[in-house]
Structures are given as structure tokens and as C-alpha cells.
């Protein structure tokens, strides 16, 4: 039911964005309002409270904004606390925000080594990512994971890529045991 809610929410204000032609304004606008949000929890914890009226919750919600977000997002905000999904702000802010990277043709990339990588190594890997994707260009967050042991593993959205040593070794002891199996199946020995 969240991903309906952010889906839903998320593709009203990206086509609102392309309509205006506002794509760069309102992504901006989005990315420092989710901020300023996620440094305030208790806003959120006062816009969620169920003893609160939405209508209270209106009247608050729009003098925050005024003067500090466009028209067009502040009531955007407004339809959000009126349907109360307040809750699911996050996940709706997160999911316009990746509908205007991929129009953007944006890509990003988490990227988990068994120890930090150099610049060096950082800009092959950025390289290679945009000679392999359709991309024109890619924010890529790396994690150091020290149990990969060597190799890297890459996530593109859904999209994953392990060449980590780890997850070699996790093959090899499937395939061990599955010779062992077989072969206390048919009773043989090597």
C-alpha cells in the first residue's frame, strides 16, 4: 500500500512539474524541503498526531511553507495533510525525486567494497558504470563492507552485480554440497 500511496502522489507531482515546466525548480525545492524535514522530527510528529485536526494541521503546515516553497508544492503539501498521508512524506518526496533523476537521465549507484577505494579507483568505477548504462551521469554512494573479503558489489535500483569473493565462496560451498549430496545419494565416495 505505501509504494500505491508514494506512486501515486509521487507521479502527481512529477507530471505537475513537467506541465509547469518546472522540473529543475520543483526537484530542488523537494530535495532541501526533505532535508529540512528529516532535521525536524518533531514536525512530523506534530503533523502525525491523531488528536490534532487536520485542519490545524493545514493552518500550521501552511505557515511553514509560506514564503519559503513554491505555490504549486505548498499545496501539494496541503492535498498530502488533507488525505492524511503525512506519513508517507518520505517515501513520496523519495520517489518524485527518482522519477526526475531517471527523466534526467541520472543514475544511482551503491557501490560496497571490502576496503575504501582511492579517487582513482572511484573514477573507474564511475567510468564504467556510464559506459555501461544509458545514464549521462551517476551519483554513486559507496560502503566499505569488510566481510565481501575482495571484489565489489554494485546496485543500480533493482539491478545487482556481485563479484565479491564472499559471494564466490558462498557458490563454491553450495557446489561442494551439492556433490556431497549427490554423491551420499548414489551411495558413491570420492
Known amino acids: 500500500m505505501a509504494k500505491l500511496v508514494s506512486k501515486t502522489y509521487g507521479d502527481a507531482l512529477f507530471e505537475l512539474a513537467l506541465e509547469e515546466n ?7 525545492e523537494v530535495q532541501t524541503i526533505k532535508s529540512v524535514l528529516s532535521e525536524n522530527p518533531d514536525f512530523g510528529r506534530l503533523m502525525n498526531h491523531p ?3 487536520k485542519e490545524d494541521k493545514i493552518a500550521v503546515m501552511t505557515s511553514v511553507l509560506k514564503n519559503n516553497v ?13 488525505n492524511s498521508r503525512y506519513s508517507d512524506i518520505f517515501s513520496i518526496l523519495d520517489y518524485f525525486i527518482a522519477q526526475v533523476k531517471e527523466y534526467k537521465r541520472i543514475g ?3 557501490v560496497s567494497t571490502p576496503m575504501p577505494l582511492g579517487a ?11 559506459d555501461t ?12 563492507d569488510p566481510s565481501l ?7 543500480i535500483g533493482d539491478k545487482v552485480v556481485d563479484s565479491s569473493v564472499r559471494s564466490k565462496l558462498d557458490e563454491l560451498t ?7 549430496l549427490a554423491q551420499y545419494e548414489t551411495g558413491t565416495q570420492i
Open 149 to 155: 573479503i575482495g571484489g565489489m558489489i554494485i546496485r
Open 120 to 130: 582513482e579507483q572511484k573514477a573507474a568505477v564511475e567510468k564504467k558504470l556510464l
Open 51 to 53: 488528536k490534532i485536526d
Open 22 to 28: 518546472r522540473i529543475d525548480d520543483l526537484f530542488e
Open 70 to 82: 513554491s505555490d504549486e508544492l505548498a499545496g501539494f503539501f496541503r492535498i498530502i495533510v488533507t
Open 174 to 180: 553450495k557446489d561442494l554440497q551439492k556433490i556431497q
Open 108 to 110: 544511482t549507484a551503491r
Open 133 to 144: 548504462t544509458d545514464y549521462t551521469s551517476m551519483e554513486v554512494h559507496y560502503d566499505v
